[in-house]
């Protein structure tokens, strides 16, 4: 049995079934999983292309334990910690199969466990068994399916560079996002806040950040800023569809550590740990201490409106 | 004090698409290479692609040009002269370059040159927190 089967087969599921969750959920989620690894050890040996797949964990990536490479703990936020793994520690966990929610430390036991497995492993083998694998190349798939988010991420991943500029992807026509364009009496105010309470792993576009996306739509200068990538959503197809609308808009997509824009794009060197609360949020947003021109323009305009809003 | 460095990759179009992006990615980590063996941090990077012209700059360029007014850029490195082809009399904002494989540096440009600025601040922002 390969390394990637018996985590799951060995370690992950046979916790999953621990916790109670039924066998569709673990079925579906063991899948997921699967895919999601084995799509992205399929390119462990293309630098640049694994680098853009690993960014979106490096948030999270950066704070996990125990303290192996970046890389593989990295690897376990996108291939294994995004995932219907969310759905047990959210409020929709009796889709799971569960009478209740998987407490948070339950959560970082599956990690740490993952790290110290992963870290064990050989990830060059690990690629070459992937690449005979007939399974779907996920990450590949979205690369071709969202241009000019991928070029967003990829260029964020290419280099150690606070800021960076490249050519502008060109856009036949922006992205059609299912909903966002119907018309629907949906308003919001520039400045506002919002928080919304989902499942962080549905496809579904929840009402508030619906509402948001709406309004940027019918403006050709705005902005969508959030905490942490995770707090938009862990799926990474939503992820890049919510990007893909704002980028091929010429809107401007912004987090506490990344800041992006089609042809333009900037990091924050030190990323900040995701808030779990309002006032962290707020103090991640108004830490503008070392950021690139732009990114430090777009929270701190934010943070002057919401003010004049209150 | 930290000493910052910008990288400035170039490309013509006028080799293949496919080999476009390995070609920035080559000059950028020696680059970044060198960058990094002289103690500086990247600031900016710039992966230009298509003709240098300054008189009409397209946007990579515009920025570039406004990163130099704005003094930020630190010592901006390129591969070699034939990538940046200026000369020190550039009508250009002023900054100072590091030609690696020639193993020299040069200060181009006029204090006195201005670019239009861009405006940095979106209109309207709006803050979405999911958890």
Redesign the interface.
């Known amino acids: 049995m390969d390394a990637v089967s018996h985590y799951l087969n060995s370690i992950l599921a046979p916790r999953l079934r621990g916790y109670g969750v039924s066998e569709h959920f673990l079925l579906r989620t063991i899948g997921i999983i699967h895919t999601q690894m084995t799509s992205l050890l399929r390119h462990w040996d293309d630098r640049?292309f694994k680098n853009t797949v690993l960014l979106l964990g490096l948030e999270e990536g950066s704070f996990y334990e125990p303290r192996a490479k970046i890389d593989i703990r990295c690897f376990v936020v996108v291939a294994i910690r995004n995932s219907p793994i969310e759905t047990i520690q959210s409020d929709a966990y009796g889709e799971a199969g569960l009478s209740k929610s998987l407490p948070s430390k339950d959560v970082k036991e599956i990690t740490s466990e993952a790290i110290r497995y992963f870290s064990k492993q050989d990830f060059a083998e690990m690629c070459r068994q992937a690449k005979l694998s007939a399974r779907q190349d996920l990450y590949q798939e979205l690369a071709n399916e969202y241009p000019v988010a991928w070029a967003a991420l990829k260029?964020l991943a290419?280099?150690?560079?606070?800021?960076?500029?490249?050519?502008?992807v060109s856009v036949s026509e922006p992205y059609f996002l299912e909903g966002v364009d119907k018309e629907t009496e949906i308003t919001?105010t520039?400045?506002?806040?919002?928080?919304?309470?989902?499942d962080?792993y549905s496809p579904e576009i929840?009402p508030?950040?619906m509402a948001?996306l709406k309004?940027?739509s019918a403006?050709s200068?705005?902005?969508?800023?959030?905490?942490s990538l995770k707090?938009?959503?862990r799926n990474i197809t939503k992820l890049l569809s919510i990007l893909e609308f704002l980028l091929t808009r010429d809107l401007?997509f912004a987090s506490t550590n990344y800041y992006m824009e089609n042809?333009?794009v900037e990091r924050r060197?030190k990323p900040l740990r995701a808030?779990?609360s309002?006032n962290d949020?707020l103090r991640n947003?108004s830490n503008t201490s070392g950021l690139g021109?732009?990114h430090k323009?777009?929270l701190?305009?934010?943070a002057k409106?919401?003010k004049s809003t209150e | 004090m930290e000493l910052i460095a910008?990288?400035f990759c170039h490309v013509s179009e006028s080799i293949p698409e496919a080999e476009i992006q390995r070609e920035l990615?080559r000059q950028?980590d020696i680059l970044?290479q060198n960058a990094a063996s002289s103690g500086r941090?990247?600031?900016?990077?710039?992966?230009?692609?298509?003709e240098f012209n300054l008189e009409d700059p397209?946007?990579?360029l515009l920025?570039?040009l406004q990163?130099a007014q704005?003094d930020?850029l630190g010592l901006v490195l390129v591969e070699s002269k034939d990538l940046f082809p200026l000369s020190q009399q550039a009508h250009i904002p002023c900054m100072e370059v590091c030609f690696v494989r020639e193993g020299v540096q040069e200060i181009l440009g006029n204090k006195d040159v201005q670019v239009a600025e861009e405006d940095?601040?979106?209109?309207?922002?709006?803050?979405?927190?999911?958890?």
Not at chain 1, 158 to 168: E, F, L, M, Q, R
Not at chain 1, 190 to 198: A, D, F, H, L, N
Not at chain 2, 123 to 128: L, R
């Open positions: 640049v260029h290419a280099t150690n560079s606070k800021t960076v500029d490249y050519p502008k919001a520039s400045g506002e806040m919002k928080t919304g309470i989902y962080g929840e508030p950040l948001f309004m940027l403006d200068n705005g902005a969508l800023i959030v905490d707090s938009v959503t401007i042809g333009h060197m808030g779990h309002t949020m947003v021109y732009k323009a777009a701190s305009q934010y409106q919401a | 910008s990288l990615q950028h970044a941090t990247i600031e900016h990077c710039f992966f230009h692609v298509g397209d946007q990579v920025r570039f990163r704005a930020d940095l601040r979106p209109k309207n922002v709006y803050m979405y927190w999911g958890f």
